[in-house]
Structures are given as C-alpha cells and as structure tokens.
C-alpha cells in the first residue's frame, strides 16, 4: 500500500517566519514591559509597535505562503490552529492597545501570543501543509475557523486586560472596553458555532449531534452572556477577572483539554 500524496514541497518550507515573529512578540512584550515609569516610555513602546506590527506581517506572510502553495487556508491541524490562536491575540491586542494605549495590556497579549507560538512551534511542532481531509474541503470551514478564533482572542484579551486593571491601581478602569471585548467575543464566537453548524450539516447531514467540542463551546458562549449581562456597566475589577476567567477555562477545555481526553470527532 502507498501512503498520501506527498505535500507540495513549496507547502514544506521550515517555520523560520514563525521564529522571526516569535522574536518580535518577545521583544514587543519586553518593550511595553520596560516602558511603565521610564523616561523613554514613548521610544520603548514605539518599539513594542513596530515589534507587534514586524510579527504579525510575518505571521500572516507564513499564512499566505501556505495557502497559496496548497490552495487552502492552512487551519486544518493543531500546530496551525494553535498558531492562528496566538496571531488572532497578537492581533486583537494591538487594536485594544491603539485604542487605550496602555501598554500593561499591551505586554500581556504580547505575552500569551509568545506562549501560544512557542507551544505551537514546540511541544505541538511544525505539521508539513499538504493534503486537506476532505470532510474539510467546506467554505464553512475556513469562515467557521477564522470567526471562532476571533472570539478565543476577545475573551483572551479581555481576560488580560482584566487582569491588568486588577494589579495596576494606577490605571482608568473603563467597563466600556471590557463590554466591547464582550461583544465582539460573543459574535465571533457565536458566528462560529453557527457556521460550525452548516459545515457539519453538508458534511455529517446534521447540523447539531452533541459532541463535546460542540457541547463546551456553546457553554463557553452561553457563560460569557450571563457574565455580560451580570456584569452590566459596573466598575469593580474583581468581577471582570473572575468572568473572563471562567470563559477563558472553559474556552482552553474547549480547545486543547478535550483533544487530550480523546473526546468526540474533533480533531483539535
């Protein structure tokens, strides 16, 4: 018997564009880090910028390579979505930081975009692009992936944020971002579910069938509207930290914890 097809060779080339933009979110995290309380606070958290912009320019240059020398977009495994999950922070961090321009939130997104990349990259590792399983060959895939992400990156951020505003005394604990990540979390993420259900709906004939990854995901939207609206337009800090963290556990469960115990169809 002969194994698939071997992936286009161009599809193979190494993950060096994933190390350069692994440098720049370490350098933009210890930029934003140094810059509280310095003098040249406004040159270090020009450097977090640039870093911040350099790493997502490589990011979604490696994104771009691959899907155009395998003809789709390179989210089918788990060493590329975890890769996805640290741009897509990396990415919703930066639009928070250009808003608020506090670059407490700044080192912490820079700081879990460096974790997720290095988990991608390491205990994951480089998945060779290639052959697409063609229960994936769906549009709904591509959508259903891109808009679920972006959900994980607004509760991320929001989570980072909250956490931020909980140990910097010093800052303005303003609940309209917190609301605003709420929001967006809550579309993207409920826009994923829904496409999530025409894609199994073309590919398994049902658009719903209980399996866990489905199960936990709509239970992690289901815990971010209750805590939105439990939440209201108060300004404590402690209940922002303990509401994104509840959705964040059960958004990690969703993603990695459920692939470890071998749970359901879902491959990651």
């Known amino acids: 018997m002969t194994g698939p097809p071997a992936a286009p060779a161009a599809a193979q080339a190494g993950p060096l564009p994933l190390y350069l933009a692994l440098?720049?979110?370490?350098?933009?995290?210890?930029?934003?880090?140094?810059?509280?309380?310095?003098?040249?606070?406004?040159?270090?958290?020009?450097a977090s910028l640039i870093a911040s912009v350099l790493g997502l320019a490589l990011q979604l240059g490696f994104i771009v390579f691959r899907t155009t020398a395998t003809g789709f977009l390179p989210f089918a495994?788990?060493?590329?979505?975890?890769?996805?999950?640290?741009?897509?922070?990396?990415?919703?961090?930066?639009?928070?930081?250009?808003?608020?321009?506090q670059n407490s939130v700044k080192l912490g997104a820079d700081a879990v975009s460096v974790v997720l990349l290095v988990g991608a990259l390491m205990p994951v590792g480089l998945h060779p692009g290639g052959n697409l399983n063609p229960i994936l060959n769906s549009p709904?895939?591509?959508?259903?992936?891109?808009?679920?992400f972006g959900g994980?990156?607004?509760f991320t951020v929001g989570l980072v944020w909250s956490v931020a505003f909980l140990r910097d005394r010093l800052l303005d604990f303003n609940p309209s971002v917190r609301r605003r990540l709420s929001i967006a979390g809550l579309l993207l993420l409920g826009a994923g579910i829904m496409t999530g259900a025409m894609w199994a709906d073309s590919s398994w004939g049902t658009y719903w069938g209980w399996d866990p990854k489905e199960s936990w995901a709509l239970l992690t939207w289901t815990l971010a509207m209750a805590g939105l609206h439990l939440a209201g337009t108060r300004t404590r800090r402690w209940p922002a930290v303990l509401g994104f963290g509840l959705v964040f556990a059960t958004m990690?469960?969703?993603?990695i914890g459920i692939n470890l115990l071998k749970w359901g169809?879902?491959?990651y």
């Open 23 to 46: 440098a720049a979110y370490a350098v933009a995290a210890v930029s934003a880090g140094l810059s509280r309380g310095r003098r040249t606070a406004r040159e270090l958290s020009a």
């Open 77 to 101: 495994s788990r060493f590329e979505s975890m890769a996805l999950f640290a741009v897509s922070v990396q990415a919703i961090g930066l639009i928070v930081y250009l808003v608020t321009r």
């Open 140 to 148: 709904w895939f591509a959508f259903h992936i891109l808009v679920s």
């Open 152 to 154: 994980y990156a607004c």
């Open 252 to 255: 990690m469960f969703t993603f």
């Open 265 to 267: 169809l879902h491959r």
